[in-house]
């Protein structure tokens, strides 16, 4: 996405505001709230003390990445999926901290619900940013676009005491845009009579969708900005790059997006994969961890009150050689334990011998619980489900390490920060 150092100074400012006074946002309902480096702002407001430090949160051993970095730790080049130890060649002064994804889970459900306050169009995108459409909201709050982007950000400061930056517009693809380039913990309104002004001068980067290839193709073309997209005539863009990407850049060049905010994403699966620090060929330590992270999987598929009916392994091997295996139930579960006997079986009858660098566990086929089958009254797996409701609940009280299956107890091979990828 384009920053604001892509805009001339002037530019940038015309869109913020001034001495209390916004832009005109008269028919700007799309907006999109975006955390500023959340997983490290989080990590911060637990420890105060680091507020003025760089502070880094990924995987820590050798083979890990980075999840996020402050904004004092990007200074120094950092960035997320950085691998951790080129970050530490780096800032080898910074706060380097192993994730709490269970604490991030929670402060984000807190977020979305202030969202939700708002308005009941969320499209939640990841646990750190979503799109809302406020149009239906302004009468009954008595604010304008922009008045809801301030109340967000103040309510999620005082309730949460982390930041988020705001970009209020007329369309989800231009209040993107506006979130990144006012970050962090900063709001722009692009008025919608304004759109082509604001993006006409960014890089073709810029454009939904363009990566550094594409980007790299259209700059053979002559084609450096958004407005060089703009102006080129379609047949002539279609001839060059195919007629679904030209008609995809063409409509965002001329500000035109459609798009409206999907307020249910159903997610199409959960799961969770690590990366061992050391390969590992022991097949008994390797169904352990299948087994906590069956324990992760099927555990968030019980809070989201879902059930899935295929359950598949991801296994990526010391020569980056990844297959991936997987077997559809009779019946839709939720149950941690029919989940890792599917995954160890997979894992035992089709998957060859070779030292193993990273594997993970995934649950598809979802359905709410209440529409998926169930299983009978006496199966054996009810008594496995009533005891890892009771273990759920404890968790919840006691924290995540209060309730674990006895063979989790034991020291398990090293191994980098799990991560949890974000549902498809």
């Known amino acids: 996405m384009g920053r604001s150092a892509n805009l001339p100074r002037g530019l940038v ?31 911060i407001r637990e420890r105060p003390e680091l507020a003025n430090m760089p502070v880094v949160v990924g995987g820590l051993s050798g083979r890990g990445v980075v999840s996020a970095a402050n904004y004092l730790a990007r200074t120094f080049g950092i ?27 929670e402060v984000s459900r807190g977020v979305m619900a202030i969202f939700r306050d708002i308005t009941p169009l969320v499209e939640p995108l990841s646990l750190d940013e979503a799109f809302l459409d406020v149009g239906g909201a302004l009468r009954r709050l008595g604010l ?9 950000r103040s309510r999620v400061s005082a309730d ?11 369309t ?28 006409h001068p960014l890089p073709v980067s810029a454009l939904w969708g363009v990566g550094a290839k594409t980007a790299a193709r259209l700059e053979e073309l002559g084609l450096h900005t958004v407005a060089d997209v703009a102006a080129m005539p379609l047949p002539r863009l279609r001839r060059k790059v195919g007629v679904a990407l030209a008609d995809h850049l063409y409509a965002l060049a001329s500000g035109v997006d459609e798009r409206s905010v999907v307020p249910v994403s159903r997610e199409k699966s959960i799961g969770a994969e690590e990366t061992f620090e050391i390969d590992v060929t022991d097949r008994s330590l390797l169904r352990r961890e299948l087994l906590r992270l069956s324990e992760r999987s099927a555990g968030s598929l019980r809070a989201k009150g879902l059930h899935g009916r295929t359950v598949s392994i991801k296994v990526r091997f010391a020569d980056f050689t990844t297959i991936t295996r997987s077997r559809t139930l009779p019946v839709a579960t939720d149950v941690t334990q029919e989940v890792y006997r599917v995954a160890a079986e997979l894992l035992d009858t089709q998957t060859p011998p070779g030292a ?8 598809e086929g979802l359905d709410n619980a209440d529409s998926a089958q169930q299983l009978i009254f006496d199966a054996p797996e009810r008594g496995w489900r009533e005891a890892e409701q009771a273990a759920d609940q404890a968790r919840s009280r006691f924290g995540s390490l209060a309730v674990r299956p006895a063979s989790l107890l034991r020291e398990s091979p090293e191994r980098t920060a799990e991560f949890e990828p974000k549902p498809e």
């Open 172 to 199: 989800k693809f231009l209040a993107k845009l506006a979130s990144g380039m006012c970050k962090p913990d900063g709001m722009m309104v692009v008025p919608s009579n304004a759109a082509l002004e604001f993006l």
């Open 160 to 170: 949460h005491s982390v930041t988020c930056s705001v970009g209020v517009a007329s």
């Open 13 to 43: 400012d015309r869109y913020r505001a001034r001495d209390g006074v916004w832009p005109d946002d008269t028919g700007c309902r799309m907006l999109h709230v975006d955390m500023d480096a959340f997983y490290a702002s989080v990590e």
């Open 144 to 152: 304008t676009p922009g008045g809801v982007g301030e109340l967000i």
């Open 356 to 363: 193993i660098r990273l594997i993970g566990v995934r649950i």
């Open 79 to 105: 960035r997320s999926a950085m691998p951790m130890a080129h970050a530490r060649r780096l800032a080898p002064h910074a706060v380097y901290l192993p994730p709490q994804f269970d604490l991030y889970q």
